[in-house]
C-alpha cells in the first residue's frame, strides 16, 4: 500500500532526529518526558503498518541510488518475517524510558540519546533490503549498546562492555567478508535479486560459514554465549530490555534473512551440526541457570536456552519449526525484557540482584509477585501463554523432522520449568523478609509491565492473527528453499550423511 510518504524511512530516522534535539535540554526530567514523547510519536508513526497485507511480498518498499558506481542502493522493505521485529522494537522503547525513570540518575541526556540512536539502527536493521545498508546499521548498533554497558553498567561494566564489543565485532568482519563475496559473484547488493541467484555448492559453503558465525555469535548460540551474562548483568535494566528483547533476535533474523534464502544447499548440509548445537544451548542453558543465585544471570542464562529452540526451528525446514521460531522471537522478546524491567523494579529497592535478599514478596508486594508469576509462566511455555505456542511449534517441528530430535530437547523444557519455579518459590514465600519496608508497584511501573502482560495472554490465547502475518513469508521460503536446494543435492548428499552421524551419536545410535 503506497500512503505518499516513506513509511519506513521516517521510523528509522525519526528516533535519531529526534535525539538530537536532547542537546539543547539540561533538566533530566525534561530530558526523561522529551525521549518518553519522543517514543509515542514513533508509535503513532508505525500504525500505517498496521495496513500490512498478508502475503508474501515486501512492502513498504523503498528504492533509490545510493553510490551508484559500487552499486549500492538505499533500498528498504518488510515482510512477515521481519514486520513482527520491528513492531517488538517499537513497542520496547517507551518500555524502557519508564524503567529507567529514576533508575539512571548519571548522564541522563546521553544515556536517552543512545536509546533512541540504538532504536533507529535496530529497526534499520529489520527493514534494510541492501546487504550493505544492512552492513552499516549493524555496526551502528554497536556503539551505543557498548556505552550503555561501559558508562551506566555496574562494577564490571569495563569488562563485560569490552567482552560483547570484541564478540560482535568479530563475527562483523566475518558478515562484511560474506558481503563482498556475494557482490563479486552476484553482481548486486541486492537481497531480493540475490535470492534469485543459484550460486555454487562451494561458494554457499564458505559464505554459510562467514554468516552463520557472525549471527551464531549474535544469538549468542553455544560456545558463543560467554558474553551474554556479563553484558546482561552489568547493564543497566534498559540495557538488558533491548538486547533481551531486540539484538539477540537479529541473528537469528540473519539465518531467516541469508543463510537459508541465500545458501540453502549450505544450510541444508549443516543442518545436523545447527541443530545439535541449538540442543546443546538448550539444554547447557537450562542446567547453567538452574545453578544461578543472582535474578539476572539466571534470566541470562535462560535466554541462551530460549534462543537455542530458535534456531532449532528454523533448521528442522518445516513449516512448523519455522513458525515456532519466529514466535519464540516475538515471545522471548516480550518475556524475557518484561522480566529484566522487574529485576531493575525490585533491585531498586533491595540494591540487590541475589535471590536470597528478596524473599518473601509475595506478602509484601503481593502485584510485583503477580506480573513475575505471569511472566514465569510464560518463560517456561505453560498453556494459554504466548511461550507455550511458540514452544509446541518447535517441538512438532522437531517432532515431524525426527523423533530423536524432539525427545532430546523435553529435558530443556522440563529445565526451564525447574529454574523459573525454583526463584518464583523463593521470591514468593522464602524468609525470612527485608520486602516489609518496600512499597509494592507504583503507578508508573504498572504502566510497564501491563503492556508485556497483555499481549502474554493474548497471543497465548489469539494466536490467529501472528499465522495470517508469517505464514504467506514462511511458506515461500520453504518453498523457495526446497526448490533451490535440490541443484545441489548430489553435491550435498554423500556429505549430508557423514553430517548425520551428529545427530545419530547425540541419539545414542551410535
Not at 512477515?80 to 520496547?92: E, N, P, Q, R, Y
Not at 522471548?332 to 518473601?360: C, P, Q
Request: aromatic share 16%.
Amino acid at each position: 500500500m503506497d500512503f505518499g510518504y516513506p513509511v519506513l524511512t521516517i521510523l528509522i530516522l525519526f528516533p535519531l532526529v529526534a535525539a538530537c534535539g536532547l542537546f539543547f535540554l539540561r533538566a533530566p526530567q525534561v530530558v526523561r518526558m522529551y525521549t518518553m514523547a519522543v517514543s509515542l510519536i514513533e508509535l503513532l508513526l508505525a500504525v500505517p503498518m498496521l495496513s500490512y497485507q498478508h502475503n508474501a511480498d515486501f512492502q513498504f518498499v523503498e528504492r533509490l541510488d545510493w553510490v551508484h558506481q559500487w552499486g549500492l542502493e538505499y533500498y528498504l522493505g518488510v515482510d512477515g518475517i521481519s514486520i513482527l521485529m520491528i513492531w517488538l522494537t517499537i513497542a520496547v522503547l517507551p518500555l524502557c524510558v519508564m524503567c529507567s525513570w529514576t533508575y539512571i540518575g548519571k548522564r541522563v541526556k546521553e544515556f536517552h540519546f543512545c536509546l533512541l540512536f540504538m532504536t533507529s539502527a535496530v529497526l534499520g536493521v529489520f527493514c534494510a533490503l541492501d546487504l550493505v545498508l544492512f552492513y552499516v546499521f549493524w555496526e551502528a548498533m554497536l556503539i551505543p549498546m557498548y556505552l550503555l554497558i561501559a558508562v551506566w553498567g555496574g562494577d564490571d561494566r569495563k569488562y563485560a562492555s569490552l567482552k560483547f564489543f570484541l564478540y560482535t565485532l568479530a563475527g562483523s568482519t566475518l558478515l562484511l567478508a560474506a558481503i563482498v563475496a556475494f557482490r563479486i559473484t552476484g553482481g548486486t547488493f541486492a537481497i531480493p535479486e540475490l535470492m534469485q541467484i543459484d550460486f555454487s555448492f562451494q561458494f554457499q559453503f564458505w559464505a554459510f560459514l562467514a554468516m552463520a558465525l557472525a549471527f551464531a555469535i549474535k544469538v549468542p548460540m553455544f560456545p558463543f554465549h560467554t558474553w551474554l551474562p556479563a553484558a546482561h548483568v552489568q547493564a543497566p535494566s534498559a540495557g538488558s530490555v533491548i538486547l533481551a528483547a531486540v539484538l539477540l533476535k537479529m541473528g537469528t533474523y540473519g539465518f531467516l534473512r541469508f543463510c537459508l534464502p541465500l545458501t540453502p544447499a549450505a544450510s541444508e548440509y549443516f543442518a545436523p551440526m545447527m541443530i545439535a548445537i541449538s540442543i546443546v544451548s538448550i539444554i547447557y542453558g537450562g542446567a547453567i541457570a538452574l545453578g544461578q543465585t543472582d535474578i539476572k544471570k539466571l534470566v541470562a542464562y535462560s535466554s541462551v536456552g530460549h534462543m537455542g529452540f530458535v534456531t532449532l526451528g528454523i533448521f528442522l525446514f518445516n513449516l512448523r519449526g519455522v513458525e515456532g521460531a519466529l514466535f519464540q522471537m516475538l515471545n522471548h522478546g516480550i518475556v524475557t525484557g518484561a522480566m529484566f524491567m522487574m529485576i531493575g523494579t525490585v533491585y531498586e529497592r533491595s540494591h540487590s540482584r541475589e535471590i536470597k535478599d528478596n524473599l518473601g514478596l509475595g506478602k509484601y508486594m503481593p502485584a510485583f509477585m503477580f506480573f513475575w508469576g505471569l511472566f514465569a509462566l510464560a518463560s517456561f511455555g505453560f498453556p494459554g501463554t504466548n511461550g507455550f505456542v511458540g514452544e509446541i511449534l518447535v517441538f512438532i517441528g522437531a517432532f515431524q523432522n525426527s523423533t530423536w530430535i524432539g525427545m532430546i530437547c523435553v529435558p530443556g523444557a522440563l529445565l526451564a520449568a525447574a529454574y523459573m519455579f525454583r526463584v518464583t518459590l523463593k521470591l514468593a514465600w522464602g524468609g525470612p523478609s527485608t520486602a516489609s519496608k518496600w512499597k509494592d508497584l507504583n503507578a508508573r511501573e504498572w504502566a510497564y509491565l501491563v503492556l508485556p502482560a497483555v499481549f502474554v495472554l493474548y497471543i497465548g490465547l489469539n494466536p490467529g492473527f501472528i499465522f495470517k502475518i508469517v505464514d504467506p513469508s514462511v511458506n515461500k521460503l520453504l518453498d523457495d528453499f526446497d526448490k533451490r536446494k535440490v541443484a545441489h543435492v548430489e553435491t550435498v548428499q554423500p556429505m549430508q550423511t557423514a553430517a548425520n552421524d551428529i545427530l545419530d551419536v547425540l541419539a545414542g545410535k551410535k
